[in-house]
């Protein structure tokens, strides 16, 4: 099959994508190039795509999200069944969703978006130290992206077996039980072994089927690394695959071949190459990346203490105040999570109570973030009932932030393209020792931090400038910092860390029509649907918080729900039945307090209460 005519390739920016061939100092790990030289493209990874391209050298698959759905077949309304039956028009077959039809989905989303079919390339002497030096981090220059262009369609369908898996196997585990099964499907992609050695693919996706008896349907998960996706760009997926589900249910039609080598047109550079200020050579002012370095060199934190007119100056890498870790000495196992809901009432009192302080969804989010952790695990006093200097310091955070709506140029990318679009901002909570005396509350946090996060807005058109050296310089300093740690035996205390992506709505849709067949009945009222409920978001993480963050949060709003994920490693953290025995226990010795759970019930317990209007929530 003939490629289509190259333009000359216009570099915006040292991290675009380059023409064939690949130089050959770089290798996939594990993969056989099933294409020539001349049909890989491939760049270099930014800022939070190198990030997490080296983590994977430590920590493979840390941080992959997981996106999962319901799909269920919905019949026509009523209404148009009784017209169909009135005009002796024969009624529509029923259609059925079948596993061969996710593969074709798939397919179908990997040409309009390439970038799922991305893969990790290593310099052979990056890959050639790393039995030497497991725990060594290689250079961004020792990195690439890369995308094969397929021959033929013999070598879709050879990544389609690599990418898409039928898991019937678990529901045959579970008996039939379609929770179970995705529970178990969670466990087992939530392992750290389920990700071992470096990536050899960076997207794969797992359908477990409704039994026949319970109606046409399954459960639908992608699995996506943060080197290629974020979060909005794991629900677009999703719906895409959806909705060519949808297509494929109606067509009654063979398998589509498509024109390969037409998608590369489509394939999403890094988010710098579509800023709303080019990228360009000149120097910038290092405001965030200083933001960033002083999070781990240590942030002079100043409170005020009634015996004494001096100021207490705190370093936060002394002890960064958060969570007890009950096992830091534990080996990997796999991930665990709680689940919880806000109904479509509480969050409009949330936002509306927001509003009313000044206050945005994410700053009241991140102050209830911070006071959970203080009721939860409060710091050790000393001898005069006030907290010591080492333990209580600051609630350093950095925050993602999406670039699309803002800091991208729409005229040059979609906001659907499925792209990890990340900047960070730098939150921290200063002098918490306000509000263990119930002196100050969460609308004081919440203010401040809405006045950060309004400060740093200005840098964000720029990313393209700082964000390169914030995330790799920010991943090698907490990685110099938490083995240093660890090498004195110090307890990973960690602060949790959240992502809130907002609201979703328009990109994940709530059904998707399934064509008819019979042009002159094809209305929207007459069309079986494919319906899509029970979204959920998490993470993969399974290992030590001496290498990561003890508890990820991921939220987000889908028709007026918001849903909240709390991933965390179960070997370090304890297993949920644990910790609900240690949760009993810990109303009684309150030093036993500071569970994942407990911390949990606190947080979602704060956002609560401010949706009811509560003045000291």
Known sequence: MSQPERKPLQLASPYSWHAPPLPTTFTVPGHTFTTSPDKIWYRKPWAVEAAFSLASFTTPGAYDIFGSCRIHLSEPSASASASQSDSNTMPAETPIVTFSYVREAVKALRFSHPAIACRLAFTREALSSRPRDPTGLPTPEDARLIYEIPECEADVDKWLDEMVFNRVDLLDIAKG????????????????????????????????????????????????????????????????????????????????????????????????????????????????????????????????????????????????????????????????????????????????????????????????????????????????????????????????????????????????????????????????????????????????????????????DRAGFWAHEFFVGGLQMMSCMLGARAARGENPDQTPFMSSIGVIDKYLSPSHSIPSPDELVDDANSRWKLTISNPTLTLRNPYSPYLLFTVGVLSFTWCGTSYLAFSFPEAYMGTAEEQERMAEISLKDKDARGTVLEWVDEFVGILERVAAGESRP
């Open 177 to 460: 039980d379609v929770d179970k099964a995705f529970e178990l499907l969670k466990r087992e992609l939530g392992e750290a072994k389920a990700q071992t050695g470096l990536h050899k693919v960076l997207f794969n996706v797992h359908w477990i089927p409704f039994p026949a008896e319970t109606g046409q349907g399954g459960i639908l998960l992608c699995c996506c690394n943060h080197v290629v996706f974020d979060a909005r760009a794991v629900f677009r997926s999703l719906n895409e695959i959806v909705g060519n589900i949808a297509q494929i249910a109606g067509s009654w039609s063979p398998s589509k071949e498509f024109s390969w080598g037409e998608e590369i047109v489509r394939l999403a550079g890094p988010a710098v190459d579509y800023g709303v200020v080019p990228w360009s050579i000149e120097d910038e002012p290092e405001v965030m990346v200083t933001k960033m370095r002083e999070t781990f060199t240590g942030i002079p934190v100043s409170f005020p203490r009634p015996d004494r007119y001096t100021v207490v100056h705190t370093k936060s890498s002394q002890e960064p105040y958060g969570l007890a870790v009950p096992h830091p000495n534990a080996a990997p196992s796999t991930t665990g999570n709680f689940f919880r809901q806000l109904s479509p009432e509480a969050v409009k009192g949330l936002v509306q109570n927001a509003r009313k302080n000044g206050c945005t969804f994410y700053t009241v989010a991140f102050a209830a973030m911070a006071l959970a952790s203080l009721r939860v695990k409060p710091p050790r006093r000393d001898h005069s009932g006030y907290a010591t200097d080492k333990e209580l310091a600051t609630f350093v955070y950095c925050s993602p932030v999406d670039l699309r709506p803002r800091n991208l140029d729409v005229k040059r990318m979609s906001e659907g393209n499925v792209m990890s679009a990340l900047g960070f901002n730098v939150l921290v909570a200063r002098d918490l020792g306000r509000f263990l005396t119930g002196e100050e509350d969460i609308w004081t946090l919440a203010k401040e931090t809405r006045t950060q996060l309004d400060d740093q807005r200005q840098y964000m």
